[in-house]
């Protein structure tokens, strides 16, 4: 390899991967309605989505994205005027804490977790069947 094109490559990678990084980390954000935070720590992808296989075949009337986003959405019988991602991660955590004070709680693959979460397992895995 020619001296002059070693460095141009190294260059582009030089400015390149950090570009990708701060760009993945201020910019790009996770679908929250997909994102169970707290069990994300704990769990691959692959198991949340067995999760939330294990969820579907425990309540069959939610086997829909439609529906599961409908119930991820609502408080209080109201959906969130917003679309904003943080106002919609903010809704959905306060969500997961009162599933936990009211006890809508489920186990699924040992996992103690709120109803919230496992519909959030539900939706990410139907989106992988679907996509």
Known sequence: MKR?????????????????????????????????????????????RSIGQMYIQQIPSENNKQVL????????????ATTDKTALHDAITKKITEDFTADKTIILDGWFISITEARQCALLSLNQNQA
């Open 4 to 48: 002059r094109n070693f460095i141009i490559y190294t260059a582009v990678v030089a400015v390149g991967l950090p570009a990708a990084y701060y760009i993945k980390k201020h910019y790009w954000q996770p679908d929250p309605l997909m994102t169970p935070d707290m069990l994300a720590q704990f769990c691959t992808e692959r198991e949340l």
């Open 69 to 80: 986003t409908n119930l991820l959405l609502a408080a209080d019988n109201n959906k969130p």
